[in-house]
């Protein structure tokens, strides 16, 4: 068995209060939870709002389940050995299929980032702000707070930027939904399970779950914290109520446009159209900055967890020192990759005429041919002994999780082909 790297901390004669224990663990579940909500979800839930009202709101809150059952077994994982998901991959594995795990996941996370970047620009045009001036400052933003050398300060931009997000919840109130209709449209109501346009909305919604580097981030942010066995408990909650979070902000963001742009047969193609349509719609500009406030939070998140995790992965893998804990002179390379990623992928939003839509919508369908990688060796690791011990899987577990991954897996590429196949009307 793979033991932690450090022995568990005590609880000081059992007396610590369970709260104050939740806060010292909080972090890592939130903030991967919270970038689940990026700039490729936020657009996605946008044009289900615009296209089928409350239609979706049901399988937004269905889709909490998967998403903590997934998260869940990156928490063991972390918790239990000390070791990142890329580190466990090479020692169970060996450097071969280590290759294989992160080659796919450059791939995947550098088209992902550049979507994220794709939200900045979107954002500032939100704000009246010229593209090629908010992208390097954020960019300029992400590298200046991973460079600081301290993983708390990391993770408190990160909850910052969570709160940005919540501000989409005041914007659907803008929009005057009617309670009735979430009811009854949203979570009561038929589904148009016969049109094909749903059932790809519906595919896109969940492939929007689960992100390959949601899994690499908070196993290697677990371990970077060092959190420890006793910690697994709090870091469950944390990735709870951030999966709840979340998916709560995918509602927001469905029943605002539902109950505007649906209401008025208005179609947009990505989140900064519907934040910029709100203002006539609602009356209230305030309505479409907390929207644009929003869609940028969730961005510049994205973009931190996705270079994180690919700078862990890679650190993990290769055994360099890998830690925010650590200054830039301890850690070249990782930091080296990390601020390389942020860099490329602001540098190809810049470009001049690029099809930012079309790019987003293809990167979405991309990462469904590389989640069965990473979600198997997921599967694997978490049922494996010689790392969790009696901590594997439940049978009950299995049956879930495995569920979960041919759901999200079999529609993700059903749409993923569609879409390249130019049949999903990109």
């Given at each position: 068995m793979i033991l932690p790297l450090s022995k568990p901390r005590a609880v000081a004669g059992g007396r610590r209060a369970w709260w104050l224990k939740y806060l010292a663990v909080a972090g890592p579940g939130l903030i991967v939870a919270f970038a689940d909500t990026e700039a490729g979800s936020v657009t996605i839930a946008a044009t289900s709002g615009a296209q089928f009202g409350m239609k979706l709101v049901l399988l937004q809150l269905l889709l909490i389940v998967p998403l903590f059952v997934i998260q869940e077994m990156t928490v063991r994982l972390g918790t239990v050995s000390g070791r990142g998901h890329a580190a466990l991959i090479r020692?169970?594995?060996?450097?071969?299929?280590?290759?294989?795990?992160?080659?796919?996941?450059?791939?995947?996370?550098?088209?992902?980032?550049?979507?994220?970047?794709?939200?900045?620009?979107?954002?500032?045009?939100?704000?009246?702000?010229?593209?090629?001036?908010?992208?390097?400052?954020?960019?300029?933003?992400?590298?200046g707070i991973a460079f600081s050398g301290r993983y708390k300060r990391a993770?408190?931009?990160?909850?910052?930027?969570?709160?940005?997000?919540l501000l989409f919840i005041p914007a659907a109130?803008?929009?005057?939904?009617?309670?009735?209709?979430?009811?009854?449209?949203?979570?009561?109501?038929?589904?148009?399970?016969?049109?094909?346009?749903?059932?790809?909305?519906?595919?896109?919604?969940?492939?929007?779950?689960?992100?390959?580097?949601?899994?690499?981030?908070?196993?290697?942010?677990?371990?970077?914290?060092?959190?420890?066995?006793?910690?697994?408990?709090a870091a469950r909650a944390d990735t709870a109520i951030g999966a709840v979070f979340t998916q709560l902000i995918m509602i927001a963001i469905v029943v605002t446009t539902a109950a505007t742009l649906y209401v008025h047969h208005q179609q947009v193609q990505d989140a900064a159209a519907a934040a910029l349509a709100l203002v006539p719609l609602t009356g209230a500009r305030w309505a479409g900055?907390?929207?644009?406030?929003?869609?940028?939070?969730?961005?510049?998140?994205?973009?931190?967890?996705?270079?994180?995790?690919?700078a862990w992965a890679f650190g993990?893998?290769?055994?360099?020192?890998?830690?925010?804990?650590?200054?830039?002179?301890?850690?070249?390379?990782?930091?080296?990759?990390?601020?390389?990623?942020?860099?490329?992928?602001?540098?190809?939003?810049?470009?001049?005429?690029?099809?930012?839509?079309?790019?987003?919508?293809?990167?979405?369908?991309?990462?469904?041919?590389?989640?069965?990688?990473?979600?198997?060796f997921l599967l694997v690791m978490a049922n494996d002994r010689k790392i969790l011990g009696d901590r594997v899987n439940s049978w009950l577990g299995n049956v879930v999780a495995i569920g979960v991954s041919l759901v999200c897996v079999a529609l993700g590429v059903w749409v993923a082909a569609l879409t390249f196949t130019g049949q999903a009307g990109v």
């Open positions: 020692e169970r594995y060996g450097l071969g299929w280590a290759w294989v795990s992160l080659g796919t996941m450059l791939v995947t996370n550098f088209a992902a980032l550049v979507t994220e970047f794709i939200g900045i620009a979107g954002a500032a045009l939100i704000f009246g702000i010229p593209p090629v001036v908010l992208v390097p400052v954020a960019a300029t933003l992400l590298i993770e408190y931009f990160a909850l910052a930027l969570c709160l940005l997000e109130f803008a929009a005057h939904p009617s309670f009735a209709s979430i009811l009854h449209d949203g979570i009561l109501g038929s589904q148009p399970l016969g049109n094909r346009d749903y059932l790809i909305l519906v595919a896109g919604n969940i492939g929007a779950v689960i992100m390959p580097w949601m899994i690499f981030y908070q196993q290697s942010a677990t371990v970077d914290k060092k959190l420890q066995v006793d910690d697994i408990g900055v907390a929207f644009g406030a929003g869609l940028l939070g969730a961005a510049m998140i994205g973009a931190l967890v996705v270079s994180l995790a690919t993990e893998a290769f055994r360099w020192p890998c830690s925010l804990n650590l200054r830039c002179t301890q850690a070249k390379r990782f930091y080296g990759l990390y601020a390389a990623m942020v860099v490329a992928s602001a540098g190809v939003v810049l470009i001049p005429n690029l099809p930012l839509i079309k790019i987003t919508v293809y990167v979405e369908a991309f990462n469904a041919f590389v989640l069965p990688i990473v979600l198997a």
